[in-house]
């Protein structure tokens, strides 16, 4: 979050570099033969399917002239007044005990919700613009934006659309959401398709899903968790409660729950 952010400042030059990294990537990702995948071919993108952090996109988009659209599984660009953006550190306890005020702009913590969106991009965009506007000017070849634009609007301005990708049943679209922005439920492969993986590297966790009825998985991503063992503590004791298998996936902060036979430690990937 970026009240996270603001506590880690001894860290930010390194995630700046990286940032800059993963923009300037995204141009040869949509223009460039894949450097991993075998006899590959040059090709130059249709359209672009991209989640928000690499930030590049929509510039990419703007200088191929073609389509994108922003997946993701968590809200983003579009404001709501129901909770407010993942990385704006807020509460998500309801703005409101009633559903008559729920969205009424007079909700003073769902406007505040609601306005984390917007403020969030300009962050962003006062963070890396004048790097993506040199991008944009001598590696995109095109115009620079214009200071006072607010460009870190883009996003919302060119109603790119939004799929949300989680289900329905757990977090319905919001009533304030546009059109262009749906809850998508989440992705899966095909049945037919089996995806390919080093066996021997993964033989642990393989005879580990054998062994039992399919877990949930539960993954933290780039969550930095400040009380770790509390909620391995949790994970391990709704496992046990529900006699459920779980697989966890750790990720910026380490979470062991390997202790209990009802739950597979994946560690950070």
């Known amino acids: 979050s970026v009240l996270g952010e603001i506590r880690r400042l001894h860290l930010l030059p390194k995630k700046t570099r990286m940032v800059k990294e993963i923009i300037s990537s995204c ?17 130059t993108a249709d359209a672009i399917i991209a989640n928000p952090p690499p930030f590049g996109h929509i510039h990419v988009a703007e ?4 389509p994108l659209h922003i997946m993701f ?26 559903a008559s005020d729920l969205l009424s702009s007079r909700n003073i913590s769902g406007e505040r919700n609601f306005q984390s969106y917007f403020l969030f991009e300009q962050l962003t965009w006062t963070s890396f613009g004048d790097f993506i506007n040199y991008w944009r000017q001598h590696v995109l070849k095109i115009g620079r934006i214009r200071a006072g634009t607010l460009g870190g609007g883009l996003i919302g301005r060119s109603d790119v659309p939004f799929s949300a990708m989680w289900s329905p049943s757990f977090v319905p679209k919001p009533d304030d959401w546009p059109e262009h922005a749906q809850v998508v439920g989440t992705f899966n492969p095909p049945p037919a398709v089996k995806a390919t993986f080093d066996e021997a590297q993964f033989a642990p966790v393989s005879e580990w899903l054998a062994a039992g009825v399919k877990p949930v998985f539960i993954g933290f991503g780039s969550m930095v968790i400040h009380e770790p063992e509390k909620l391995a503590a949790v994970i391990i004791e709704a496992a046990e409660t529900t006699q459920q298998r779980i697989v966890v996936q750790s990720n910026w902060t380490q979470i062991t729950v390997g202790k209990s036979p009802l ?3 994946i560690g950070p990937c």
């Open 63 to 66: 200088a191929l002239a073609i």
């Open 27 to 43: 141009w040869p990702a949509a223009t460039e033969i894949d450097p991993i995948l075998e006899n590959a071919k040059p090709f």
């Open 73 to 98: 599984p968590q809200p983003w660009y579009y404001g709501t007044r129901l909770f407010p953006h993942p990385m704006a550190g807020l509460s998500y306890k309801a703005p409101s005990t009633t």
């Open 263 to 265: 739950c597979y430690d």
